[in-house]
């Protein structure tokens, strides 16, 4: 029997003055499921695995894999794992296996096996005299010039890319909520200010209720989400010239990525700016100022002020307020030329009812990669009514969880152990719910 329950709508804007914004409201929360139809093909192989480092056998996670002299990529999840699919005629090329700070490896494809591979990398040691001495000594004059750069360094055609985006909600260490999709992405040139355009191409969903304890939660601007992250594309969400002097820069340490030498520049916000604003690490390639990667995240220092940046209707008896919210960023480069490869938000908020002991802890993920493009024509560009709103609920597009081979030849990113035994789970729930319903 459906149950009414508050429910948190998260919605990330990702903007210097507020990026994640949640709305309540009460919903009817229907049990349903539905199967999809195979999609399978039989025109590609398909290869899983492990990427290690190879002297601690530690797994490296978002490690980048990629067949050689193609746009067709895919990434290791949070604990190494990958799902690579790659076309039959394409099975006598390497596959490229690169990790910040590791030395990049190429397979043969042919001798992967379709399951258990394991790949490890070598640790990449920068030795001093190999730094560039012409670099900037000044940390904010590198950030400005790689600004600066930007539109020579990054893709100039407008792109079709095809990624793969999944959101999960967890109610402390438990999935309750899982979300997918393959969508297809207009990337316009990175030295127009005109923004990206989203169409959704195949989507599922899996969610038991019932692990939400009084609360249903929801995320509205799915891959809108992370793209945004791309701080190249939309450097005013963050680095604006207006912005920049709010933020100290400094060198942190040096480190490499597929044999170039990059800097690690950390900044801050300057202790006379009360607004919250970030915090974090840029990857800088140091001979030809290019932004490889970005790890950063939101300044929480009151929780009263980033209730208000973030909480936007509740009901009047609880209080939510995030306590954590991270950015990550990474971009690929073909042919002397970079563009976006994978970003994922993380937020991890609370929620007190004001007649429980206990409030209740919940964290939010959503990740994309991109796993294949191709470069178009502006005309290619989809029309208003087949791309998806900035205020898309991916939950609720989505009817079900589907099969294995749902996604047929697309690649996705491996699902973690966990999010495999929640979706089990959640489906025998489903079904013995439809059953007691009948």
Known sequence: MPQITPSFFLKPKFNVLQFLAISIFVMMLPLETMAFQQNASADYNEYSGEVKEASSNKSLVFATLTVEGTNISTITNTEGNFLLKVPKDLTDKNVVVSFLGYKTKMVPISSLQPEKNEISLEVSVTQLSEININAPKDALALVRETLKNRDDNYFKDPSLMTAFYR?????????????EAVVNIYKTPY??????AVELYKARKSTDYSKLDTVALKLQ??????????????????????TLPNYKFAFDRSTTTNDRLIYVIRFDQRENVLEPLYSGELYIDVE????????FSLNITDEDLAADLFVRRKPAKVDVWPTEVSYRVDYREKDGKWYYGY??????FKVDWEDKWFNSQY?????????????????????????????????????GFSDPDFWGEYNIIEPEKSIESAIRKIQRQLRRAERNSD
Not at 191 to 196: E, P, Y
């Open 221 to 242: 601007g799915g891959p809108y989400n992370t793209l945004y992250v791309d701080l190249m594309k939309y450097p005013e969400y963050i680095f604006s010239e207006e």
């Open 363 to 399: 964290s939010m993920t959503a990740e994309m990669a991109i796993t294949d493009w191709e470069s178009v024509s502006k005309t290619e560009r989809p029309k208003y009514r087949q791309r998806i709103r900035k205020s898309i609920i991916l939950s609720d597009e989505a009817s």
């Open 343 to 348: 970003s994922s938000v993380f937020m991890e």
């Open 167 to 179: 959101e999960t909600i967890k109610r402390r260490r438990r999935n309750v909520s899982l979300a």
């Open 288 to 295: 030809n100022k290019v932004l490889t990667g970005a790890i």
């Open 191 to 196: 030295d127009i200010g005109r923004d990206d």
